[in-house]
Nanobody
Framework: QVSLLESGGGLVQTGGSLRLSCVMS????????MGWFRQASGKEREFVAA????????FYGDPAKGRFTIARDNDKNTVYLQMNKLKPEDTAVYYC????????????????WGQGTQVTVSS
């Protein structure tokens, strides 16, 4: 069984930066890829970014393009999400997830989720 623990959320002003971390433990060899999603209050969970453990090619959702960067450290079983130029509309609970398959942009591609970390961007 894989478990995920996110950290790094918090309160930041518009234009600021945060770096989220997600540490994976357990049966880590069963994970093909890691993704970040976010869910704002009253909205559906939204794809942010994803990366495979075996590839350097990331995938980004529209909210992340040009501002966020996903990175991984295989030795530490950790995935990061560097978020720059944050906007109030980035306010949400951010979740990391472990999964795989040909498509990494949908929630159905992931079978293990972290508990989430709150990101709040003040205007």
């Amino acid at each position: 069984q894989v478990s995920l623990l996110e950290s790094g959320g918090g309160l930041v002003q518009t234009g600021g930066s945060l770096r989220l971390s997600c540490v994976m433990s357990g049966r880590t060899f069963s994970s093909d890829a890691m993704g970040w999603f976010r869910q704002a209050s009253g909205k559906e969970r939204e794809f942010v970014a994803a990366i495979r453990w075996s590839s350097d090619s990331p995938f980004y959702g529209d909210p992340a393009k040009g501002r966020f960067t996903i990175a991984r450290d295989n030795d530490k079983n950790t995935v990061y999400l560097q978020m720059n130029k944050l906007k109030p509309e980035d306010t949400a609970v951010y979740y990391c997830a472990s999964g795989g398959g040909p498509i990494l942009t949908t929630v159905n591609s992931y079978n293990v989720w972290g508990q989430g970390t709150q990101v709040t961007v003040s205007s």
